[in-house]
């Protein structure tokens, strides 16, 4: 009976070479996910001077916290959150601002459970009270404000939450602050709006306004629309929810973005004489990684000249 003879052929020079593409590209592959892991919970802190020439005098030197972009998951957790907002109490602003996108459910949840299950909303209602508690402590003399994203669920939860805990909602809405005789303006666009001639009917070319919106798609109705008397109405405008592309290789982001997020991805820019500010936000969206981007809040001075 014949028998077969055992062989131990090693792997030709044309295997051993696929074989070196496939570990050091897996070898690649891991260490860009520990950097974007790292760089995810690296928070910027970056400043800026915003001349608004229609400041009223008082308002002179006024430092707004800028956050959007929470996006509590995995990592990011309530307590996390609020430790770097503890942090943040030694910048000292005049106002705290809130951006809109509290919740992201995590992509192990999306794969493990539907959309819009009745567990992942218990989680996100829970998780965004236990952030607006620690939001509660936060000291701001001219206030804390907030407003909502479409993404943000029960917005009515949402109002009630930032409420108890010392946060003015804005969600489509406006509110004037004081001080002395002098008034500026907070206005908040939370979702998307078919029209905002109505906003600007209720402000004159010389009121100063802020204007939060949730993300740049807002911007071509916004910078277009005019005052009672005409003009525009708009100072500022202070935007998120592009997380600057969140994942950027190559020049490419990962992360969808419509054309105009794509045009205001983040950073400032100039429109019609009016200043724009897009975040790359605090938190991530789906994953706590950042390639090519980076989490930031921004503290923003207003001068007259």
């Given at each position: 009976?014949?028998?077969?003879?055992?062989?131990?052929?090693?792997?030709?020079?044309?295997?051993?070479?696929?074989?070196?593409?496939?570990?050091?590209?897996?070898?690649?592959?891991?260490?860009?996910?520990?950097?974007?892991?790292?760089?995810?919970?690296?928070?910027?802190?970056?400043?800026?001077?915003?001349?608004?020439?229609?400041?009223?005098?008082?308002?002179?030197?006024?430092?707004?916290?800028?956050?959007?972009?929470?996006?509590?998951?995995?990592?990011?957790?309530?307590?996390?959150?609020?430790?770097?907002?503890?942090?943040?109490?030694?910048?000292?602003?005049?106002?705290?601002?809130?951006?809109?996108?509290?919740?992201?459910?995590?992509?192990?949840?999306?794969?493990?459970?539907?959309?819009?299950?009745?567990?992942?909303?218990?989680?996100?209602?829970?998780?965004?009270?236990?952030?607006?508690?620690?939001?509660?402590?936060?000291?701001?003399?001219?206030?804390?404000?907030?407003?909502?994203s479409t993404e943000d669920t029960q917005w009515q939860n949402l109002r009630q939450v930032m409420e108890e805990n010392g946060v003015k909602p804005l969600i489509n809405e406006k509110v004037d602050l004081h001080i002395g005789d002098d008034t500026l303006?907070?206005?908040?666009?939370?979702?998307?709006?078919?029209?905002?001639?109505?906003?600007?009917?209720?402000?004159?070319?010389?009121?100063?306004?802020?204007?939060?919106?949730?993300?740049?798609?807002?911007?071509?109705?916004?910078?277009?629309?005019?005052?009672?008397?005409?003009?525009?109405?708009?100072?500022?405008?202070?935007?998120?929810?592009?997380?600057?592309?969140?994942?950027?290789?190559?020049?490419?982001?990962?992360?969808?973005?419509?054309?105009?997020?794509?045009?205001?991805?983040?950073?400032?820019?100039?429109?019609s004489g009016t200043p724009i500010l897009t975040t790359e936000g605090l938190g991530c969206e789906g994953i706590n990684i950042r390639i090519g981007t980076a989490p930031e809040v921004w503290l923003i001075t207003l001068k007259r000249t």
């Amino acid at each position: 009976m014949a028998t077969r003879k055992k062989t131990n052929k090693k792997p030709g020079r044309g295997g051993r070479i696929a074989i070196g593409i496939f570990v050091a590209l897996l070898l690649a592959m891991i260490i860009t996910v520990g950097i974007g892991m790292v760089n995810a919970n690296l928070l910027r802190i970056r400043k800026a001077e915003v001349v608004i020439p229609n400041l009223p005098e008082r308002f002179d030197g006024m430092t707004l916290l800028y956050a959007s972009d929470i996006d509590l998951c995995g990592l990011n957790t309530p307590i996390r959150a609020g430790d770097v907002f503890n942090q943040l109490q030694s910048l000292h602003p005049d106002a705290l601002i809130l951006g809109g996108d509290y919740n992201s459910t995590s992509l192990l949840d999306k794969l493990n459970r539907p959309d819009g299950s009745v567990d992942d909303e218990a989680k996100i209602l829970s998780t965004r009270s236990s952030f607006f508690h620690y939001i509660g402590t936060f000291q701001a003399p001219l206030g804390k404000y907030a407003i909502a994203s479409t993404e943000d669920t029960q917005w009515q939860n949402l109002r009630q939450v930032m409420e108890e805990n010392g946060v003015k909602p804005l969600i489509n809405e406006k509110v004037d602050l004081h001080i002395g005789d002098d008034t500026l303006w907070l206005v908040g666009i939370s979702g998307k709006v078919s029209s905002l001639n109505s906003a600007g009917d209720a402000f004159h070319r010389n009121d100063c306004v802020i204007v939060i919106a949730e993300g740049p798609d807002v911007l071509p109705m916004l910078l277009t629309s005019e005052a009672a008397d005409s003009g525009s109405w708009v100072d500022l405008v202070l935007c998120g929810h592009t997380h600057g592309g969140q994942i950027r290789l190559f020049g490419r982001n990962v992360h969808i973005l419509s054309e105009a997020e794509q045009r205001f991805r983040s950073g400032w820019n100039i429109q019609s004489g009016t200043p724009i500010l897009t975040t790359e936000g605090l938190g991530c969206e789906g994953i706590n990684i950042r390639i090519g981007t980076a989490p930031e809040v921004w503290l923003i001075t207003l001068k007259r000249t």
